[in-house]
């Protein structure tokens, strides 16, 4: 069992940056691919990113790429989304997540965290 908690959303303007943060609870949290997913308004929720295990490898969806940087502490069980450049509709509701069997389905959520790009 996995618990995840999100933090550092906010509300920020068009160009800015905000750093989001995921606390995993529990001695596996290694064992885990973790992601960051969201939902826009109106919107089904979307793939962002992904890293390995060991952080070694990093995935993107086409719309961040080269904005979003997702990185992982394992020491301190926690993931990480650097968003820069913002735009409007990054608006979302940033979700956490873990998988054990990526690229399968993500096994843990987190409730998520709200970021709000003002234009």
């Known amino acids: 069992q996995v618990q995840l908690v999100e933090s550092g959303g906010g509300l920020v303007q068009a160009g800015g940056s905000l750093r989001l943060s995921c606390a995993a609870s529990?001695?596996?949290?290694?064992?885990?691919?973790m992601g960051w997913f969201r939902q826009a308004p109106g919107k089904e929720r979307e793939f962002g990113a992904a890293?390995?295990?060991?952080?070694?490898?990093?995935y993107y969806a086409d719309s961040v790429k080269g904005r979003f940087t997702i990185s992982r502490d394992n020491a301190k069980n926690t993931v990480d989304l650097q968003m820069n450049s913002l735009k409007p509709e990054d608006t979302a509701v940033y979700y956490c997540?873990?998988?054990?069997?990526?690229?399968?389905?993500?096994?843990?959520w987190g409730k998520g965290t709200l970021v709000t790009v003002s234009s």
């Open positions: 997540a873990a998988s054990h069997t990526w690229p399968g389905p993500m096994d843990y």
């Open positions: 529990g001695r596996t949290f290694s064992m885990y691919v």
């Open positions: 890293i390995s295990l060991s952080g070694g490898s990093t």
